[in-house]
C-alpha cells in the first residue's frame, strides 16, 4: 500500500482528500499537514511514496515545497491539488506525476492513483537514475554549459586554478576519459603558440597546479605520466556528460517505459559542452551531445503529444528553441501543439516568427514541409 502525506493550508480540504483516499482503499495516510514545512519535518524522519501538495500556501507554496522534496527525496512522486488550471505547466515542469483540481471527486481521485501505480509498475522495470551528491574521495564534473567540480573531502567554494591554461588542461584530460596523450599533442592543442621551451614549461606548471589542487580536495585522481604522456586518471570522478549519454544508452527506445531516465538526462543539459570556455578541442563533441539532446527533446514532445500532454510538449519545446532557432522540426512541433489546444492565435503566431526570423538573419524561407504543415493546421 502506497504511503502518503497530505499538506494543505485549508483543514476542510485536508479532511475532504482524506476522505476520498480512505474510501478508495490504496492508500495510507502517514500524515497531514497545513504548512511545507510541517510535511518537510515529517519526511525528514518518516519515509513516503506520494505527497499531494495543495499550491496555494503562505511562507512556502506548494511549488517551493515540491522542489525541496525532489532534491531531498527524489523517489516521491509530487501531486499538486489547485483551484488554478493555470499552474498545471509549471507543475509538470517540477516533476509533479498529476494534478488535481477542486474541488476533488472521487473520479478524478481513482484516475490519478492509477497513474501512481502504472508509473511504479513502470519504474520497477527501469530504475530512476538521480542525481546523488559525490561522498568521501568521489569528484563530480559539471560540463554542460561550464565547468564545475563538486565533491572531496577538502574542495570548498570556487576553484582557484591560477591560470586559465591549468583550468583548460583539466578539461581537456578530462575530456579524454582517462586515454594517454602525448606531450607534443598536448603542447599543440594547448600552446601551440608559444616557443617548445616555454611551452613545456607551461605544461609542466599547470599539470603540478592539478596534482596540488587534487590533492588539497582530497579526491583520490591524479595526472599520471608514463612514455612522454599524461592521463587523468577517470576512477572516482563523475561528470553529468557521462550520466546524460549513460541515460541515452538505448534511445530511443520505448519512451514510456524510459521516460524518467529520458527526462533525468533533459535536466542534465543546462547548456552545450563547456559552452562558456569555447575550446576549439571540445567543438566536435559539442555538437553531438547538441545534436542528441536535440532528439532527445524532439522524442519526448512527440511522445507528450501523443498523450494528450500538449502544454508540457509546448513547454519543453519553447525551452529547446531557444538553443535551436532556426529549427523547422520545433516550428513544425510547436504549431501541432498550438493546433491540438485549437490556439490558432499562438499558432499564427509561431510560424510568421519564424518565418521573419530566418529570412531577417538567414536570408532564407522555412522548408516546404513547415509551410505546408501550417496550411494544413489552419
Known amino acids: 500500500m502506497l504511503k502518503a502525506i497530505l499538506i494543505d493550508d485549508e483543514e476542510p480540504a485536508l479532511v475532504h482528500l482524506e476522505r476520498l483516499l480512505k474510501a478508495d482503499g490504496r492508500v495510507q495516510i502517514a500524515g497531514m499537514y497545513t504548512s511545507a514545512q510541517e510535511g518537510l519535518d515529517h519526511l525528514a524522519q518518516n519515509d513516503a511514496d506520494v505527497a ?70 513502470l519504474t520497477s522495470k527501469q530504475p530512476l537514475v538521480v542525481v546523488s551528491e559525490p561522498s568521501g574521495n568521489e569528484l563530480s564534473v559539471r560540463l554542460f554549459k561550464r565547468l564545475e567540480l563538486r565533491g572531496g573531502g577538502g574542495l570548498n567554494g570556487k576553484v582557484k586554478w591560477r591560470t586559465k591554461k591549468a583550468q583548460e588542461l583539466f578539461a581537456y584530460l578530462l575530456h579524454l576519459e582517462g586515454t594517454w596523450v602525448t606531450k607534443d599533442r598536448l603542447i599543440e592543442t594547448l600552446w601551440r603558440e608559444q616557443e617548445q621551451d616555454k611551452a613545456i614549461t607551461y605544461l609542466h606548471h599547470s599539470v603540478s597546479r592539478i596534482r596540488w589542487l587534487l590533492r588539497e580536495w582530497g579526491v ?98 519553447l525551452n529547446a528553441q531557444a538553443g535551436f532557432p532556426y529549427s523547422d522540426e520545433l516550428c513544425r512541433l510547436l504549431m501541432t501543439g498550438y493546433s491540438r489546444l485549437k490556439d490558432v492565435a499562438a499558432l499564427n503566431n509561431c510560424y510568421t516568427a519564424f518565418e521573419l526570423l530566418l529570412f531577417s538573419e538567414l536570408g532564407v524561407i522555412p522548408e516546404r514541409q513547415t509551410t505546408d504543415l501550417y496550411k494544413q493546421l489552419l
Not at 499538486?80 to 472521487?106: Q, R
Not at 481521485?109 to 511504479?120: D, H, M, P, Q, W
Not at 539532446?293 to 522524442?299: E, I, R
Request: hydrophobic share 35%; with cysteine; glycine share 4%.
Open 52 to 121: 499531494f501538495l495543495d499550491i496555494g500556501m503562505p511562507e512556502m507554496n506548494g511549488l517551493q515545497a515540491a522542489e525541496r522534496i525532489q532534491s531531498l527525496y527524489p523517489h516521491i512522486r509530487i501531486i499538486y491539488v489547485t483551484a488554478y488550471s493555470a499552474y498545471a505547466v509549471e507543475a509538470f515542469e517540477l516533476y509533479a506525476l498529476d494534478y488535481l483540481l477542486k474541488p476533488v471527486d472521487a473520479s478524478r481521485i481513482g484516475k490519478t492513483l492509477n497513474r501512481i501505480e502504472e508509473y511504479a509498475k
Open 220 to 317: 583520490s585522481i591524479t595526472v599520471e605520466y608514463e612514455d612522454e604522456s599524461y592521463r587523468l586518471t577517470s576512477t572516482g570522478i563523475r561528470t553529468d556528460v557521462a550520466e546524460f549519454e549513460e541515460a541515452l544508452t538505448d534511445f530511443p527506445h520505448n519512451a514510456r517505459a524510459n521516460w524518467s531516465r529520458y527526462d533525468y538526462a533533459a535536466s542534465l543539459y543546462a547548456g552545450e559542452y563547456l559552452e562558456d570556455h569555447n575550446y576549439d578541442w571540445a567543438e566536435t563533441r559539442r555538437t553531438n551531445l547538441q545534436q542528441r539532446y536535440f532528439q532527445l527533446v524532439c522524442s519526448m514532445a512527440r511522445h507528450e503529444l501523443q498523450e494528450g500532454r500538449e502544454r508540457s510538449a509546448i513547454q519543453r519545446l
